[in-house]
């Protein structure tokens, strides 16, 4: 299995900005799509961003939208979560992901039981509060 390590993330007030990254081993192309999942205390992870490794395909939540920008590094093999304009409901516990053999769109769409993902990193939290 591919190996997944995050960073970033913390503390921020309403309106800040924070960014989160994902080191994965092994390289991009050994996978189709990454992406970014976050996890509120009871409820199941949902998919808050992801893209293809392969093309300019981008997906977005709605909560995220205009807010949030997804990116990846090739030569550094690492994908990046810029959050912006950060807002209360933003809280949770974020981890980065890695898909095959599907894109964007589908990636952030699956459940976070699919055998589909290839690798998961350790999650990372993100507080954000007056």
């Known amino acids: 299995q591919p190996h997944l390590v995050q960073s970033g993330g913390g503390s921020a007030q309403p309106g800040e900005s924070l960014r989160l990254s994902c080191a994965i081993s092994g390289g991009l192309l050994d996978y189709s799509a990454i992406g970014w999942f976050r996890q509120v205390s009871g409820k199941e992870s949902e998919g808050v961003s992801c893209m293809s490794t392969k093309d300019d395909s981008k997906w977005y939540s709605d909560s995220v939208k205009g807010r949030f920008t997804i990116s990846r590094d090739n030569v550094k093999s690492v994908v990046y979560l810029q959050m912006n304009s950060l807002k209360p409901e933003d809280t949770g516990v974020y981890y980065c992901?890695?898909?095959?053999?599907?894109?964007?769109?589908?990636?952030?769409?699956?459940?976070?039981?699919?055998?589909?993902?290839?690798?998961w990193g350790q999650g990372t939290q993100v507080t954000v509060s007056t």
């Open positions: 992901a890695a898909v095959s053999p599907f894109g964007a769109q589908a990636m952030c769409a699956m459940g976070p039981e699919s055998p589909f993902f290839k690798s």
